[in-house]
């Protein structure tokens, strides 16, 4: 379980890796794994979620066969709060704006795990209106 430590994170509750790839149809050959769950191929890599964390160093070994390189310090975790008077006012608009769907507990998810999580906060505190002309 080695490549488990060296090449894996979790993120979003999923374990996740990115494969440095020379080319778009490198980091396509790695898709074709039935061990994985979501695959975001980019020009410059791969990212990679397995649904099982046993399935890592299978797809590790895959990676590295296909002169894919394991970097993962370009993995990061990002979520968004977004505060409000109200914030079952504007759930709504940002649900169907970004497509989202109810997240596990509370807020909103990608389903496709694409984009950061947003949570909806109530804001006690009254702040005045900002207009930004340009």
Do not use: K
Not at 86 to 92: A, H, I, M
């Amino acid at each position: 379980m080695t490549a488990w430590g060296e090449d894996w994170r979790v993120a979003g509750g999923v374990a996740t890796a990115w494969f440095d790839a020379p080319s778009l149809s490198a980091g396509a050959a790695l898709a074709g794994g039935e061990a994985l769950v979501a695959v975001d191929l980019r020009a410059d890599g791969v990212r990679v979620r397995v649904g099982e964390p046993e399935h890592a160093a299978e797809v590790s070994a895959a990676a590295r066969e296909g002169g894919l390189t394991a970097n993962p310090a370009v993995l990061r975790e990002l979520g968004v709060v977004v505060e409000s008077g109200d914030p079952s006012r504007v759930e709504p608009f940002w649900r169907r704006v970004l497509g989202y769907a109810p997240a596990v507990g509370e807020g909103l998810a990608d389903p496709l795990r694409r984009d950061p999580a947003m949570r909806f906060r109530r804001s006690g505190e009254v702040r005045p209106l900002t207009i930004v002309s340009g």
